[in-house]
């Protein structure tokens, strides 16, 4: 079994991060073999700043490995660093119907949030299915808003193996459904773009005005109140130990609960819950030698591995004579 799944390097990263792709696929690593990767070209479609992109770039990975993805245990590493998967995105380009691509929301979305529409940036799933079929990945662990670009990495396979003879593994979407989106401080999805984030890695300063600004409405304290429509509660369930997490229930529902209160728990709990991460990640920070150096030797492994598979493309398609 092969788990795949890669991140841009795009911003902080913040708790949807964490528990909406990161932490399933840190969870997949005794199960067979795991590939995880920082998606640089991806980022691309909307970052055009080359210092903030090499800093953001090193800052992923910095931050992957402090939130325990062991590179000893994976092969981890930089998607531009393989050079195969542009050769690839532009085999499977050269199949991939315009209407597939055209009916991506994201895109549509991402235009609508004012990134420049770019050729990039329309065929960016084309990138990403690359990504996925180089390795022949049988699980990709995503948050929701990825499905439909794990439909199309699918489509885009099965047209190839229909084309040009059985070549790729169909990848699966791994969407965890308890968890497949973390609520903002707004209540929309949690999204750097909506700027509604709780970050991971913030200083205690800026993680206390972070879940400070979480929303919540106007009911006073001793009426009761529908726990899973409030938007901290939400957020307080995904870190409360289950004991402390039945009890605040309680008050929700039978009055008593107050905002104020909880927020200050949810701090206190969300400095807990990432204090052995924190430390690592000072350490790691420290050594960016070492951090390329852990980069450099999973780019080898990987374009092992990717050749194997652009080798039969090739041969596939007719590139060989
Ligand atoms: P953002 O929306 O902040 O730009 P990305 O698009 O870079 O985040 O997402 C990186 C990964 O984290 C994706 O797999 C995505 O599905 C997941 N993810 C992002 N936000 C959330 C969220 N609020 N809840 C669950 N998963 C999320
Ligand atoms: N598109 C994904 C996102 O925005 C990132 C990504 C690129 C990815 N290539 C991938 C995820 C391959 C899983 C597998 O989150």
Known sequence: MKTLSGIQPSGQLHIGNYFGMML????TIDQGELYAFIVNLHAMTSVHNPKRLAQDTMNAAIDFMALGLDPERCIFWVQSDVPEVTELTWLLSTLTPMGLLERCHSFKDKVAKGIASSHGLFSYPVLMAADILLYQADRVPVGKDQKQHLEVARDIAIKFNNTFGDTFVLPEPVIDTNMATVPGLDGQKMSKSYGNTINIFQSA?????????IQTDCTPVEEPKDPEKCNLFNIFKLFAPTERLAEVQNLYLNGG???GHIK????????????EARERRE?????????????A?????????????????????????
């Open 257 to 259: 609960a107050a905002y």
């Open 264 to 275: 200050m728990e949810l701090v206190d709990l969300l400095w807990e819950f990432f204090r």
């Open 24 to 27: 399933p696929m840190i969870k």
């Open 205 to 213: 300063k800026e993680l206390k005005k972070s879940v400070m600004a």
């Open 283 to 295: 350490l790691l920070a420290k050594d960016p030698g070492q951090v390329k150096t852990i980069l």
């Open 297 to 321: 030797q999973g780019a080898t492994k990987a374009r092992a591995k990717a050749s194997i598979t652009l080798d039969l493309v090739r041969e596939r398609v007719g590139l060989k004579y």
